[in-house]
């Protein structure tokens, strides 16, 4: 393992910015993984670190396939980390959204550029990543539909679903879609948590990557063979709005089954206690994503049902 | 006349409302022009707010020069003006990447779906931004390439400074501007000012220009104050200066200065060593028509954009 600093930024009176990048093996480039890009994604920190621990034992073994490299970059907006945000703090930029990045633009199109630079030209690229809505996911696999992609490789994973998307003009910034653009296969590793940690799903996505580096020939490595994965259309899910605004009360959530009729969730008006709405289940299915808040806005989406394929 | 064009409920007795005032003459023909101006997508821009002010100022003082519709939104985005942010308070993109918006989605899109919808049919939008709070800019007309022959006609009756033709880019498909246009409802951005302040003069200015341009689509009859002929570049007269270390940056020169190619545009300081850690020079001659004004800056933060070979202030 070799550990170095990928990219570093002054500031004006914090201490500099450091993005370190850890390297596995030697030759080809296999495999880049990265790890938080937002600074409230503690989950997916947590999921890289315990993938370089994994890495380590096993390069300690001799399992790393000889003349492939792998790099892990654990975390590149710690600045924003270890001060409570999201975004960029300066000006509350996402560097998701600045990809390919642009050395001689703004701050965070320089830090994109810097990443960018040494995560490109990988075969494989594997974000762990967070969505725009919160809410928690069942653990899966997406891939941006660019027409590069290929579900048949995310499905060696061995995560239950791979989704794809289609690309909005707001995704064609991301690191995803402009690894797929520079010829990387490129996938983003969901686990169920954002901001906390969940062991559970960690474990699961920490396995599912270290499956699929042992499918792809980059390292040795004795797995389960995991879920056969399905393969869902992001538009196809079908979303339940909430009509009212109050306390949100959650009766089913990720991974759960549901049948039409079911109450899926329940909104009390917020000073007297009263169920004000009941969330119906519209279709028969299984939960893909939940709202998670106590607070929920009318109209906003109380969950995603992936439908089931007989009705 | 008020109305609220569409509300959504927050989860404590609140409601989050998006209102407009539509002018419109006493007596209505049904063949009238409408024109609508639009403002206050990004909480932290408020110039436009004495823009719309002045607007319905000098429509209601003058009710019989008003021969077309007028709807003024001055708050697309009510949350973040009241709270002073930028964007939509807990939703993670810029309103002004969600357009045309979705009755599907979350009640963000479905507000940025419903606002589009209201201002279909419009013969003319103008959009009112003002910058950041980081940079300030003289007031300027930004027209994507693929629009400009239709817009740069309008953009010329605007009485802005000048009108930047910038290439496309993907990601700006999802402005309220690029939807509109691809409706068919003509929509200029103007860019102007500095964000978290109102600059009158410049409010002022775009309001005869404003007028102006109710004035030639036969909104408004009444007397229209003389406007200026805007230059118009693209983007390979434009000059970026971006700081090359970080630090506090002070500026040289006032903004709508003509400097020479490595002239002194200004310094970026460290007070802890009494140091100047970076001399900021302009990459070409031009007029100075973007200047930062927030002093804190990293190494890649825009300092100024020149407008190369033109001397116009
Ligand atoms: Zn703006």
């Given amino acids: 393992m070799l550990k170095e600093t ?92 600045m990809f390919p990045g642009y050395d001689k633009g703004e701050t965070t199109q320089r830090i994109a550029a810097g990443v960018f630079e040494e995560a490109k030209e990988y075969s494989y690229g594997i974000q762990f990543a967070s969505f725009y809505m919160p809410g928690d996911f069942v653990p899966h696999v997406r891939m941006m539909e660019t027409g590069y992609q290929s579900a048949s490789l995310a499905n060696l994973f061995g995560l239950p679903y791979v989704v794809i998307r289609k690309p ?16 990387t296969n490129a996938f983003s590793v969901y686990t169920k948590e954002t ?4 062991e559970i799903s960690a474990k699961q996505a920490v396995s599912a990557v270290l499956r699929f580096l042992t499918r ?5 490595y004795n797995s389960h063979s995991g879920y056969i994965a399905n393969v869902i259309l992001e538009d196809e899910l079908t979303s339940v709005h909430s009509d009212e605004a109050g306390i949100f009360h959650r009766f089913k959530g990720p991974g759960e089954e549901v049948h039409r009729g079911d109450v899926i969730a329940e909104v009390l008006d917020p000073y007297e206690g009263d169920v004000i709405s009941q969330i119906i289940a519209p279709t028969e299915g299984i939960i893909f994503f939940s709202h998670k808040k106590p607070l929920i806005t009318q109209r906003d989406i109380v969950c995603k049902i992936i439908r089931r394929l007989h009705e | 006349m008020i109305e609220t064009v569409t509300s959504v409920k927050l989860p404590v007795d609140e409601s989050l409302l998006i209102q407009k005032n539509r002018m419109e003459p006493l007596e209505l023909t049904g063949r009238e022009k409408r024109m609508t101006i639009v403002t206050g997508t990004h909480g932290d821009e408020l110039e ?34 009241d709270s002073i942010t930028r964007g939509i308070p807990q939703f993670d993109l810029d309103m002004n990447r969600i357009f045309p918006g979705s009755q599907e989605g979350v009640f963000t899109e479905y507000v940025a779906a419903e606002v589009v919808n209201d201002i279909a049919g419009s013969d003319l939008c103008v959009d009112v931004h003002a910058s950041n709070i980081y940079l300030r800019e003289m007031p300027q007309i930004r027209i ?33 501007a690029h939807s509109l246009n691809m409706m068919g409802v003509p929509t200029l951005v103007v860019e102007m000012g500095v964000g978290m302040r109102i600059t009158k003069e410049y409010c002022y200015q775009l309001v005869d220009g404003i007028f102006n341009v109710m004035s030639e689509l036969g909104i408004w009859t009444g007397e229209v104050n003389p406007v200026r002929e805007p230059y118009v570049s693209v983007d390979e007269e434009v000059g970026f200066v971006n700081a090359d270390a970080s630090g506090i940056f002070v500026p040289a020169v006032p903004i709508w200065s003509y400097v ?26 031009g007029t100075v028509f973007t200047l930062r004004e927030y002093p804190i800056v990293y190494h890649g933060s825009l300092i100024a954009r020149v407008l190369g070979g033109v001397k116009i202030c």
Avoid at chain 2, 262 to 283: F, K, S, V
């Fill in chain 1, 168 to 183: 909005r003009p707001i995704d064609t910034t991301t690191l995803n879609y402009n690894w797929q653009l520079w010829e």
């Fill in chain 1, 195 to 198: 901001d906390d940690i969940d």
């Fill in chain 1, 216 to 220: 792809m020939g980059v390292i040795r």
């Fill in chain 2, 260 to 285: 020479e190619e490595g002239g002194h545009i200004g310094d970026i300081l460290n007070p802890l060593t009494g140091l100047i850690e970076h001399r900021m020079e302009a990459p070409c001659t």
């Fill in chain 1, 6 to 97: 990928i990219y570093s930024l002054k500031a004006p009176y914090r201490d500099e910015l450091r993005i370190s990048g850890y390297r596995f093996g030697q030759g080809e480039k296999a495999a880049c993984i990265i790890g938080s890009i937002r600074g409230n994604e503690v989950q997916q920190l947590y999921v890289c670190s315990q993938l370089i621990k994994a890495l380590k034992e096993l390069e300690a073994h001799g399992s790393i396939v000889s003349g492939k490299e792998i790099l892990v970059i654990p975390s590149v907006n710690h600045y924003s980390m270890n001060i409570g945000k999201r975004f960029w703090a300066v000006d509350n930029t996402d560097i998701n959204r």
């Fill in chain 2, 48 to 81: 436009g707010q004495f823009v719309c002010y002045e607007v319905l100022r000098r429509i209601r003082e003058n009710m019989d020069c008003l021969k077309g519709i007028v709807d003024v939104f001055p708050a697309l985005n009510p949350l973040g003006i």
């Fill in chain 2, 144 to 176: 994507s390439e693929n629009t400009a022959t239709k817009l740069i006609p309008y953009a010329k009756l605007m009485n802005v400074d000048f009108v930047w033709v910038h290439a496309a880019a993907t990601v700006l498909e999802s402005t309220l």
